[in-house]
């Protein structure tokens, strides 16, 4: 089983930046893929961006040139720099990992989730 915490969210004008983190902690072998989601009030959950345990990464095309996730695999963490904010990212943003370990077998895990407001 795998925790996840996120943090960096907040409360940030139009065209400001904010760093998300997502630290994994338990019992695993390995972390594969992670990504982040996130979901606004009354919307669907939205796939924001992926990242390979090799560090290839993909976004979905509203934050492509604003958003840029990494990951740190001997930290256990991703990261997604936001810059450029606009309204519309406005969500509760989820960290999401795929791990494997010889007792669980494959799993996927989800953070509670941090906020991010983007408003004037």
């Known amino acids: 089983q795998v925790q996840l915490v996120e943090s960096g969210g907040g409360l940030v004008q139009p065209g400001e930046s904010l760093r998300l983190s997502c630290a994994a902690s338990g019992r695993f072998s390995r972390i594969d893929d992670m990504g982040w989601y996130r979901q606004a009030p009354g919307k669907s959950r939205e796939l924001v961006a992926t990242?390979?345990?090799?560090?290839?990464?993909g976004y979905v095309g509203s934050v492509k040139g604003r958003f840029t996730v990494s990951r740190e695999n001997a930290k256990n963490t991703m990261y997604l720099q936001m810059n450029n904010l606009k309204p519309e990212d406005t969500a509760a943003y989820f960290c999401?990992?795929?791990?494997?370990?010889?007792?669980?077998?494959?799993?996927?895990?989800w953070g509670q989730g941090t906020q991010v407001t983007v408003s004037s």
């Open positions: 999401t990992a795929r791990s494997y370990s010889s007792v669980a077998g494959m799993r996927i895990d």
């Open positions: 990242v390979t345990r090799d560090g290839v990464t």
